[in-house]
């Protein structure tokens, strides 16, 4: 098992930039795949971004590709997301979220088994 907590969200104006960050503790990070999801008022769970657990091959929403970036620190266990040219459309709760690294499915919410509590993230026009 892993435990996740998020931190790093906060209002910022249209343009700036956020680094979120997700601290793990339990099992060690590289048994795991790691993702960030967001969800906004009345919206679903989305998927925004992944990364292996090697470090390697980070996968991105259209919607944020060339704006966010999602690395890890395994000696750490620590998962980030820079956010960069941020728009009011990306305002949501972020959630970190964890899955076994043997699975391949990197989209649906379900594919994950441990959740961190969400970090706010408020972009205002």
Not at 7 to 15: D, E, T
Not at 24 to 33: D, I, Q, V
Not at 74 to 93: E, G, H, I
Request: net charge positive.
């Amino acid at each position: 098992q892993v435990q996740l907590v998020e931190s790093g969200g906060r209002l910022v104006q249209a343009g700036g930039s956020l680094r979120l960050s997700c601290a793990g503790s339990g099992r060690a990070f590289t048994h795991y795949n790691m993702a960030w999801f967001r969800q906004a008022p009345g919206k679903e769970r989305e998927f925004v971004a992944q990364i292996v657990f090697s470090g390697g091959s980070p996968d991105y929403a259209d919607s944020v590709k060339g704006r966010f970036s999602i690395s890890r620190n395994n000696a750490k266990n620590l998962l980030y997301l820079q956010m960069n040219s941020l728009k009011p459309v990306d305002t949501a709760v972020y959630y970190c979220a964890a899955q076994s690294r043997y699975k391949l499915e990197i989209i649906h919410p379900s594919a994950y088994e441990y959740w961190g509590q969400g970090t706010q993230v408020t972009v205002s026009s």
